[in-house]
């Protein structure tokens, strides 16, 4: 099993900042991905950047160039820092652990952009 918290999240306007953190507890080492999603009122759940145990990784076309997925495995820790918000940014933010047999999710933090 892993546990998973996200942090972060907060309201702030167009053109600022965010870093999200997603602090992970439990059998991490079965852990081969990592990734932070998002769902907007009425949308479907939807990936915004992934992160391999290679180092390998993948961003939502709308996000390249803002956001950047990092991790700090002494600490466990999994980050999203989000550049030049737009508020069609706005949505709760999941982070999400994956493995060969089971992935997990966070609780989710709420990201708010107004304009």
């Known amino acids: 099993q892993v546990q998973l918290v996200e942090s972060g999240g907060g309201l702030v306007q167009a053109g600022g900042s965010l870093r999200l953190s997603c602090a992970a507890s439990g059998s991490i080492r079965s852990i081969n991905i990592m990734g932070w999603y998002r769902q907007a009122p009425g949308k479907q759940r939807e990936l915004v950047a992934a992160l391999t145990s290679g180092g390998i990784t993948n961003y939502a076309d709308s996000v390249k160039g803002r956001f950047t997925i990092s991790r700090v495995n002494a600490k466990n820790m999994v980050y999203l820092q989000m550049n030049s918000l737009k508020p069609e940014d706005t949505a709760v933010y999941y982070c999400?652990?994956?493995?060969?047999?089971?992935?997990?999710w966070g609780q989710g933090t709420q990201v708010t952009v107004s304009s």
């Open positions: 999400k652990f994956g493995g060969a047999l089971h992935a997990y």
